[in-house]
């Protein structure tokens, strides 16, 4: 039973991690094709009516690989989590059916009218099709969240007979404080990989000469709404976070900054290899008094260690919850440095010169992926080993008529079948990237410069 619960767990591990590369690209791109679209109004030019296309296109592969994968991770709420499901179904069923009734019915349609329809809508009825594009794709992300929010931090639901757990307050659910953070946090982290896949595209064009003026806006805008996004991540949605973890789950903190023991002036640490056998941490890097401060406000502050709870309650896989946690804050210090970099030459008139920078924009494409998938992990890790926490521990969450043998082999299928989805999609975004935002032929007729490739 405990390795067939191992496998339920990797196997949905899998299939989220890799269906979540999709959805945070097209969020973070929702946002930024409604700029494109208000400066094209705005400006009354074409330009910024290709660029909202070109971007429209990769939105579309985006969106179409990950409705293929999500549908899956549904299903696994009754193959792999069938007890799960029928003690919280009544609960977590709300806000996933809402998902797909009201967000992602929404955001399908208008986009088929964003990518087919903008000769028949205009300008105005063409800006409100992509409005109504964003708003569906942000909408599907909070009832995602709040759905995962409930499971961090239970609200307005009540105890059956038989041990059912329904729903007693909609608004308490759909509410959750939990939520409002951690969607926060979670939109903008998909803002920020939206923004640096656009300015590594419009690098990709300045360093090989080609349709520079794309690049340019490509450049521009990615780096403009990066840099707000970046420092977003870190305050207040970042720090928000902490504070509920702080609150409502103070064992994951203390997993999370390899915090052992309960210290007064607890440091931060940066840098250093959790022990959990010998419950120390290994030639630490450390900011001292800085994490009882970010805490609670105070320098002196007590922040709790491992030691003050049983160990029962301690996340099973502390090392990986703790690297998870760095890896993602190392990353989102790197973002702030790297879009303030960029910012600052963009402020000097330098940045489309700067080579060593657009080679750095390009480079740094795979790190918000990482990041976001960082911070998941560190949630879940987090959680654990609670299915619901503090309701339902995961090992009483699984299918027990399903066994390992059943979840791998169906684990072994999905990651087949996923290599292959992956190469298709890494082709058809190439493919776009290679066509460019407009034909060689309209660039000559407006009077733009045909550049070599």
């Known amino acids: 039973m405990e390795q067939a619960l191992e496998v339920h767990r990797l196997h949905f591990a899998f299939t989220i991690t890799f269906h979540y590369i999709f959805p945070q690209l097209t969020m973070g791109l929702a946002l930024l094709l409604v700029y494109l679209k208000t400066k094209a109004l705005r400006t009354g030019g074409e330009h910024y009516n290709r660029a909202a296309r070109f971007w429209a296109r990769i939105f579309g592969i985006n969106f179409a690989l990950g409705v293929v994968t999500g549908i899956p991770m549904e299903f696994q709420f009754g193959t792999n989590w069938a007890e799960f499901s029928k003690a919280a179904g009544g609960v977590v069923g709300q806000t996933v059916a809402m998902e797909g009734i009201f967000s992602f019915f929404l955001e399908s349609s208008f986009l088929g009218l964003f990518l ?121 949605t970042g720090d928000m976070q902490g504070t509920q973890l702080a609150q409502n789950q103070p064992p994951t903190l203390a997993a999370m900054e390899g915090l052992f023991e309960t210290q007064q002036g607890a440091p ?65 210090t790197i973002f702030i440095a790297v879009m303030m970099v960029a910012a600052f030459l963009l402020w000097r008139g330098t940045l489309y010169e700067s080579q060593w920078m657009l080679w750095l924009l390009m480079i740094c494409v795979p790190l918000p992926y990482i990041a976001n998938t960082a911070g998941w992990m560190t949630a879940e890790l987090g959680r654990q080993p609670w299915l619901i926490y503090g309701l339902m521990r995961t090992a009483h969450g699984m299918s027990p008529r399903v066994g390992a043998g059943n979840a791998w082999f169906t684990l072994i299928g999905f990651m087949g079948m996923y290599a292959v989805l992956a190469i298709l999609f890494l082709f058809l975004v190439w493919r776009e990237i290679e066509i460019g935002p407009e034909p060689h032929s309209s660039r000559e007729e407006e009077g733009v410069p045909v550049l070599a490739d």
């Open 268 to 332: 931060v640490v940066i840098l250093g290899q959790p022990d959990v056998q010998k419950r120390r941490l290994d030639n630490p890097l450390e900011v001292p008094k800085m994490l009882s401060f970010l805490t609670y406000r105070q320098w002196s502050a007590e922040v709790k260690g491992l030691d003050s709870f049983p160990q029962e309650l301690w996340p099973d896989r502390i090392a990986l919850l703790y690297y998870s946690y760095h890896v993602m804050v190392g990353l989102g």
């Open 116 to 236: 087919f329809g903008e000769k028949k809508l205009g300008p105005i009825g063409h800006w409100w099709a992509g409005f109504l594009v964003f708003l569906g794709s942000w909408l599907s992300g909070y009832f995602i969240v709040a759905t995962n929010a409930w499971m961090q931090h239970p609200a307005g639901y009540s105890i059956g007979p038989h041990g059912e757990i329904s729903l007693s307050s909609f608004w308490g659910l759909v509410l959750n404080r939990w939520a409002l953070w951690q969607y926060a946090h979670t939109m903008v982290g998909a803002v920020q990989t939206g923004c640096f896949v656009m300015a590594a595209v419009g690098a990709f064009y300045l360093l090989t000469k080609r349709d520079e003026v794309y690049g340019r806006t490509f450049v521009r805008t990615g780096v403009i709404v990066g840099v707000i996004a970046a420092c977003l991540q870190l305050f207040p």
